[in-house]
């Protein structure tokens, strides 16, 4: 059964702090995986497409890796506005597009 | 602005009621999905529609239902409101071509049922 893993539940650090979300994940043929951002009440935000084992995208203060098993979303020096829900997605190859979600990190940045 | 509105933002309906919650799309962007948020969780699956057919189903029953029409716009319609159906719908459209794409969402709608 194909299933996504985030961890920590929750994270709290200083602003500056730099850390790492992760997110395991076990699917038959990975199409893509897909890191998103959800502030309270909204709906989640695009950050990140990875495709194959390797491969690494960086925006702004944030930057993705991914393996064969597991991502990583690094946030270097984050500041107060960094503070949202982190979300995983993966699209399995023969999963007729559906996203099978992780239950979410959730961030927060003390001043 | 996101380039995916839904509507209503909010809505409170009572057990047993029908609803129909509303998602536009930019022009061009044939595919649409549908996902159910509960607090505290990742988004479910609920289904894709593509040029205006359905091409994907989560494991939802069949009072979970929707359209899609030629404008980019869509519907989901929920029958037999159950309270365990209270939470954030979201609707999302596949943006990009080829291998390399992606998924906008909507803000969402917030149901509440009582």
């Known amino acids: 059964e194909d299933q996504v893993t985030q961890s920590p539940e929750a994270l709290r650090l200083q602003e500056g702090e730099s850390s790492s979300l992760n997110c395991s994940y076990t699917?038959?043929?990975?199409?893509?995986l897909f890191w998103y951002r959800q502030d309270p009440g909204k709906g989640p935000e695009f950050l990140f497409t990875l495709y194959s084992a390797g491969e690494e995208k960086e925006k702004e203060r944030l930057k993705a890796t991914l393996t064969k098993k597991e991502s990583f979303l690094h946030i270097t020096a984050p500041k107060p506005e960094d503070s949202a829900t982190y979300l995983c997605a993966v699209q399995a190859g023969d999963s007729n597009y559906q996203l099978i979600w992780g239950a979410g990190t959730k961030l927060i940045i003390k001043p | 602005e996101t380039g995916v509105t839904q509507s209503p933002t909010h809505l409170i309906k009572t057990r047993g009621q029908q609803v129909t919650l509303r998602c536009s799309s930019q022009s061009g962007h044939n595919t649409v999905s549908w996902y159910q948020q509960a607090l505290g969780q990742g988004p479910q699956f609920i289904f894709q529609?593509?040029?205006?057919?359905?091409?994907g189903r989560g494991n939802f029953p069949p009072r979970f239902s929707g359209l899609q029409f030629p404008n980019y716009s869509s519907e989901l319609n929920v029958n037999a409101l159950e309270l365990d159906d209270s939470a954030l719908y979201l609707c999302a459209s596949r943006t990009g071509t080829g291998g390399l794409y992606g998924y906008t969402f909507g803000s969402g709608t917030r149901l509440t049922v009582v």
């Open positions: 529609y593509y040029r205006e057919e359905e091409n």
């Open positions: 699917v038959s043929g990975l199409r893509g």
